[in-house]
């Protein structure tokens, strides 16, 4: 039985594999609309979510299966203080595959170890979250047809955003990748990327100025500053409007650098910019439902 809690648990080849699926799957909805009939997802969200959710219910509905669940915490028994384990060996009766997202890092891990069916780790504090890296890889091989040879810059919260912790692990495997980070001080990618990316001689730049280095991208991937995971909100308040991409910045981007964001916005993209048709975001969060669909198949083994 499969799980996947890490972008890395696919080789890259498996990988190209989900991404052709999840293609076909965009390109033939009708062929899959019965692959799933009389399967069950349970989502268990213990902590808040919109997108990732719905879209792993869209993406059972969307085959033919069915979806239970809960979404926070407070609904679910963890309110009376019952454990994951104990949890996910009491939903391995109920449905046949899960996906989970927890507050603590490691949770769907623990999960997993006493799971009778596949989990999917749908994002696990501030550690990582391997479904938004499939989303994002699967959005830039459509858009861009490769995934090697660029020039990426990931913007905003670099320490405490899970997808670009989950995305850097997942593109150190492709060729030629060249990585920009643009945070505030504070808010810094973590040393044990800076180590990983330093192993493995892979070029990257850190700096603080976007209007700077834009004119270099092929790719830019903004995210929000993630309030929740802040200790306190002074520091909140002060770094939550550092970057504000506009049509202005958007004017010393390359005609074909794509913007991604795995959403939810704030204020980091202003919202003029979603007329821009370098801004990828939106059809990245439906690349989102097609991956997952994919993602479904191949760990019931249907694919
Ligand atoms: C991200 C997350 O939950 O980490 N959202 C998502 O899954 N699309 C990003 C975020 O919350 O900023």
Partial sequence: MRHLMSPLDFTTEELEKLFCLANDIENNKAK?????????????????????????????????????????????????????????????????????????????????????????????????????????????????????????????????????????????????????????????????????????????????????VMPQLDLLYMTRVQKERFFNEEDYVRLKNYYILDTEKMQLAKPDMLVLHPLPRVNEISVEVDNDPRAAYFKQAEYGVYVRMALILTLLELA
Avoid: W
Avoid at 94 to 110: F, L, N, T
Avoid at 132 to 138: F, K, N, S
Avoid at 141 to 156: A, D, E, P, Q, V
């Fill in 32 to 212: 899959y609309a019965h692959a799933c009939d009389g399967k069950i997802m349970a989502t268990c969200f213990y902590e808040p979510s919109t997108r990732t959710r719905l879209s792993f219910e869209s993406a059972m509905i969307r085959l033919g299966g069915q979806v239970i669940g809960f979404s926070d915490a407070g609904s679910s028994s963890a309110a009376k203080g019952e454990s994951v384990s104990d949890t996910i060996r009491v939903i391995s009766g109920y449905a046949d595959i899960c996906a989970m997202r927890h507050p603590k890092e490691g949770a769907p891990m623990v999960a997993m170890e006493k799971s009778l069916i596949p989990v999917i780790n749908a994002g696990d504090g501030g550690h990582q979250h391997p479904t938004q890296t499939l989303t994002d890889l699967l959005t830039i091989r459509s858009l861009k047809g490769t995934l090697s040879g660029f020039t990426i810059g990931l913007c905003g919260d670099l320490k405490f955003g899970r997808t670009v912790h989950s995305l850097i692990n997942a593109l150190v495997r492709y060729d030629n990748i060249n990585f920009i980070f643009i945070s505030p001080d504070e808010l810094k990618i973590p040393d044990y990327i800076i180590e990983m990316l330093k192993n493995k001689n892979i070029p990257y730049e850190e700096v603080n100025s976007l209007d700077e």
